[in-house]
């Protein structure tokens, strides 16, 4: 079963903040927090990952709450080609724990 | 270019018919795995190999059968013992299954059996 929950769907201006919050209340005091996108019909694109610590990279920010209980992912300044569905995972037992995601539409 | 390559992007067998898809990465990663993905749906793992001649099931690993002879290559045979094989195949690598190492995705495989 998934370790994750995150809503259904979510809209975004273009240009704006997306913000995709993630609810893993759970999670182990060992496991990672992944955060990967697919695009319609291909396979999954890595994002960022993190442990205790808030993550940025040229794709985001992962900002992660002191219990660790939630997670938010940040594309700073979203485009249309953003528009994917946003999976957040949890890496336990050497596997990645999927689950339903969340389909983020960015509007014109 | 590294990557990983997975063929063919569409697939179509007859119920009753075994059928192979291939997964190649020159990405020299040790780990590699096979995901099945249903509509609407996240990813479910099949099986994963951390290492050559090694594998392990993964969640669903009914009907399926993977070998991993060499590191580059880690075929998925979907069985007729498989109740529901139509669906999106993905495959993945990564440099080992110890620590939290990246997955890296190919372009996956739609199979429809009919």
């Known amino acids: 079963d998934a370790k994750t929950t995150q809503p259904t769907s979510m809209d975004c201006a273009e240009g704006r903040a997306a913000n995709l919050p993630c609810n893993h209340s759970t999670i182990s005091g060992n496991e990672y927090v992944y955060w990967y996108r697919q695009i319609h019909s291909q396979g999954p694109q890595y994002i960022i990952h993190g442990l205790k610590n808030n993550e940025t990279n040229e794709m985001a920010s992962l900002i992660i709450t002191e219990d660790r209980k939630s997670s938010t992912l940040i594309l700073p300044h979203a485009t249309l080609r953003d528009t994917a569905v946003y999976y957040c995972i949890v890496y336990s037992n050497y596997q990645l724990i999927w689950g339903a995601g969340t389909k983020l539409i960015i509007k014109p | 270019d590294g990557g990983i390559t997975q063929s063919p992007k569409y697939l179509f067998r007859k119920e009753g018919q075994n059928v192979t898809l291939s997964c190649e990465q020159n990405?020299?990663?040790?780990?590699m795995y096979w995901y099945r993905q249903d509509p609407g749906q996240g990813l479910r793992l099949i099986y994963y190999?951390?290492?050559?001649?090694?594998?392990q099931k993964g969640d669903i690993a009914e009907g399926y059968s993977v070998s991993r002879e060499k590191k580059e290559s880690f075929p998925l045979t979907v069985t007729s013992a498989q109740k529901n094989p139509t669906a999106f195949y993905l495959c993945?690598?990564?440099?080992?299954?110890?620590?939290?190492?990246?997955?890296?995705f190919g372009p996956g495989t739609r199979l429809t059996v009919t």
């Open positions: 993945a690598s990564s440099m080992g299954t110890g620590g939290p190492y990246e997955q890296y």
């Open positions: 990405l020299n990663h040790d780990a």
């Open positions: 190999s951390q290492i050559v001649n090694d594998f």
